[in-house]
């Protein structure tokens, strides 16, 4: 169930839930003199969420459950509390606010949930603080956090462009059904983006993303599953060669298609139906492949207001 910011009292807890994403296609261009890559990307989000909930506190803190919550910083440098203070700083908020994220979008996995994190703590303290900032204002916002944020806040289907920012919906027909397979010990992205520039790959053509937006537009998974694409894939690998096994894995277990999701090192597999995701997740496991393994389905929403608790 959703809610309206503007119907939450400042004086009770905000619930804000927000998507981990997977990448569809990833083209990467060669690094600019700023340091950063211009990127094109195709977004989903898929339904495995970060909770954040926004209550009343002395200055900005946070607290951090859920898997792999003792990797996450809770001081300054952890992106929901950066996101709590651009808005602060933004709307000259001075009020203070505790922040409790529930984890459950992998850390450092390649799924943005940190990104989620900061999107879903926008919403929070802009409900929390009934300050009523406008999407745009909020996706600017979101923009000056980091380049997943804006999508944290769109959510369902999206072409990305510049640093993955610029942000177009794109037409999705019919629900696609994932499997990933996660590993406890994560990939740095600027090293991911580091072994990307020794290999002197640039970004190809984009034939691949007009079968894959054709196949969004049909609702095709098997069109789709072909379409999958990850420029990163190869530094992802280099820097962590066992990422070829749950690949390998997936694929014998009859996945549509198969890509390692955004910097990784999670591996993404499309399936034919819930039941088959389940299969492949139960191949991976029985391989030992992965630490942990998830399901989802895509695309879902964006960050939004909730009354639920964790899932």
Request: with cysteine; glycine share 12%; aromatic share 4%.
């Amino acid at each position: 169930m959703t809610s309206s910011p503007t119907e939450i009292r400042a004086d009770r807890e905000v619930r804000v839930r927000a998507p981990g994403k997977v990448n569809l296609a990833l083209r990467v261009g060669r690094r600019e003199a700023d340091g950063y890559h211009p990127l094109a990307t195709v977004f989903q989000a898929v339904s495995v969420y970060e909770d954040v909930v926004a209550t009343p506190g002395e200055g900005l803190t946070l607290s951090v459950t859920g898997p792999q919550a003792h990797l996450v910083p809770t001081d300054g440098s952890n992106l929901a509390l950066r996101a709590a203070r651009a808005l602060a700083d933004h709307a000259g908020i001075d009020e203070g606010v505790h922040l409790h994220v529930h984890k459950s979008v992998p850390v450092a996995g390649g799924m943005a949930g940190g990104s989620a994190d900061a999107a879903a703590a926008l919403i929070a303290c802009d409900a929390h603080w009934r300050t009523g900032l406008s999407r745009d204002e909020l996706h600017e916002l979101a923009a000056s956090l980091g380049s997943d944020v804006p999508f944290g806040l769109l959510g369902h289907t999206a072409v990305g462009s510049g640093r993955g920012d610029l942000l177009t919906p794109a037409l999705c027909r019919g629900e696609y059904h994932w499997a990933f397979a996660v590993q406890d010990e994560g990939l740095s992205t600027p090293a991911v983006y580091a072994a990307f520039d020794e290999l002197h790959m640039g970004g190809g053509g984009h034939e691949t993303e007009v079968s894959l937006m054709q196949a969004l537009r049909a609702g095709d998974p098997r069109a789709l599953g072909r379409a999958l694409h990850n420029d990163l894939q190869a530094a992802a690998l280099e820097l962590a060669p066992n990422l070829a096994e749950p690949l390998a894995v997936a694929e014998d277990a009859g996945a549509l298609g198969v890509v390692v999701s955004g910097s990784g090192p999670t591996i993404a597999a499309l399936a034919r139906s819930r039941q088959h995701a389940l299969v492949i997740a139960a191949a991976m496991t029985a391989a030992g492949v992965a630490d942990s393994v998830l399901t989802a389905v895509g695309p879902v929403p964006g960050a939004r207001v909730v009354t639920s608790g964790p899932e």
